[in-house]
């Protein structure tokens, strides 16, 4: 029996205003795709049904997500961090359909790269205070890696977005002792 293999491969982006999404599904030609269709939950808010075109990658923002009304296409809102769920469906009855959690880390991870940016940090071994920061802050990001993990792989929702929400705060305290 012929059927489609859907898959989405959703990266963590830089740009804290984009969501971006790549179709890497393989389609047979063998069955129709019929008004495929993305609905994505943010974090807080209730699922958005969008066009789909099968084989792009579209670029989403906060007003195609409904979160921005105002100055579409002039000004972009950023996009929060947290679990996304995204869901491709193929059909109108949503019976061959893919769905994803994503854990969205961007502006963390921005947060942690600036931190990295105010480090003095030379082509020498550091002093053991810039070398405690070092070990600080590869903790930290360990956190916010075995947090995708927890969400994305092993489908751990709430444990994930625990060990986020602490990597989170731990950055937040980390910076305000730096400042």
Known sequence: MANHVLSLE???VTNA????I???SVYSGLVSV???KLYITVPGFSAVELPFVPESTPTITACD???QTEGCGSTYVNLPDGLYVVKYAVDPECKVYVEYNHLRITCALNKYEKILCNIDVADCDPPA???EKLRELRLIRSYIDAAKAK???CHLSQEGMTLFNYAVKLLNK????NC
């Open 10 to 12: 959703i990266p963590t």
């Open 17 to 20: 205003c984009v969501f971006k």
């Open 22 to 24: 790549f179709d890497t």
């Open 34 to 36: 019929y008004r495929p």
């Open 65 to 67: 997500l409904q979160l």
């Open 129 to 131: 205070k810039i070398k």
């Open 151 to 153: 969400i994305e792989t």
């Open 174 to 177: 980390f910076e305000c002792k």
